[in-house]
């Protein structure tokens, strides 16, 4: 089992911490990734496809060592998107990305069938 966590920038300014951890069966070269050139997500989509997806999303507060990655202060709420990722019935990945509020916001559209349901 691999794990990372990494901050990510935009413009300077931490706007995801990100804390993985990886099936080493299934990707064993992934710590071998320059993650300062590419995502965790854009090598795990290039080495194997993904079947399933599981989102959790929840308000919290930050802890001590969330407050100082983000440099955020005790009080500022933050997004929690947990995500557990499937490949061939095996899991390849749990990770949970943290955003801070004032620097996020969480947007999905999706096509619908005629009768309102997800299409595929």
């Known amino acids: 089992l691999y794990h990372i966590a990494l901050v990510?920038?935009?413009?300077?300014?931490?706007?995801?911490?990100?804390?993985?951890?990886?099936?080493?069966?299934?990707?064993?070269?992934?710590?071998?990734?320059?993650?300062?050139?590419?995502?965790?997500?854009a090598v795990l989509l290039a080495a194997l496809p993904v079947d399933e997806l599981e989102h959790t999303v929840e308000a919290v507060l930050p802890n001590l060592e969330q407050q100082r990655l983000l440099g955020i202060d005790a009080l500022e709420p933050c997004l929690a998107l947990h995500r557990r990722s499937w490949s061939r019935g095996q899991v390849v990945t749990i990770a949970t990305l943290t955003y801070p509020a004032s620097r996020y916001a969480l947007y999905s559209r999706y096509k619908t069938s005629a009768k309102g349901t997800l299409t595929q």
């Open 8 to 41: 990510h920038e935009e413009n300077g300014v931490p706007v995801q911490l990100e804390d993985r951890h990886v099936n080493a069966e299934l990707v064993p070269d992934f710590l071998a990734q320059d993650f300062s050139q590419t995502t965790p997500t």
